[in-house]
Nanobody
Framework: QVQLVESGGGSVQAGGSRRLSCAIFRYAATYSSNCMAWFRQAPGKEREGVAAIDVYGRTTYVDSVLGRFTISQDETRDTLYLQMHELKPEDTAMYYC???????????????????????RGQGTQVTVFS
């Protein structure tokens, strides 16, 4: 139904910025999503929801990135972004985008943890922050 392809990862010095993109390819004309999100996973750690955005543009973030990261989507909702500023070594992880059509759209921005539960996911893009 849908394919998600992330890009924009790489190595960045602590304090720097990076913007991740996620291209959404819909193969089923009937596919729609009311929730899109980013989650990350560092080696040896569990997946962590980073941010989510719903069809109305409402957002939610995990506390550790609040004020530093911004999730957004283009007008057609075919591209999802994650703008990251003031990066820290602890932000080092594989970053994944995800999407789903939730039965209750309000669940999308209830908590960032929703990101790890969404059905459709990409292959990820690595972000490495060095000090």
């Amino acid at each position: 139904q849908v394919q998600l392809v992330e890009s924009g990862g790489g190595s960045v010095q602590a304090g720097g910025s990076r913007r991740l993109s996620c291209a959404i390819f819909r193969y089923a004309a009937t596919y729609s999503s009311n929730c899109m999100a980013w989650f990350r996973q560092a080696p040896g750690k569990e997946r962590e929801g980073v941010a989510a955005i719903d069809v109305y543009g409402r957002t939610t973030y995990v506390d550790s990135v609040l004020g530093r990261f911004t999730i957004s989507q283009d007008e057609t909702r075919d591209t999802l972004y994650l703008q990251m500023h003031e990066l820290k070594p602890e932000d080092t992880a594989m970053y994944y985008c995800a999407s789903d059509n939730l039965p209750d759209g309000d669940l999308c921005t209830g908590a960032s943890t929703i990101a790890t539960t969404l059905t459709h996911r990409g292959q990820g893009t690595q972000v490495t922050v060095f000090s």
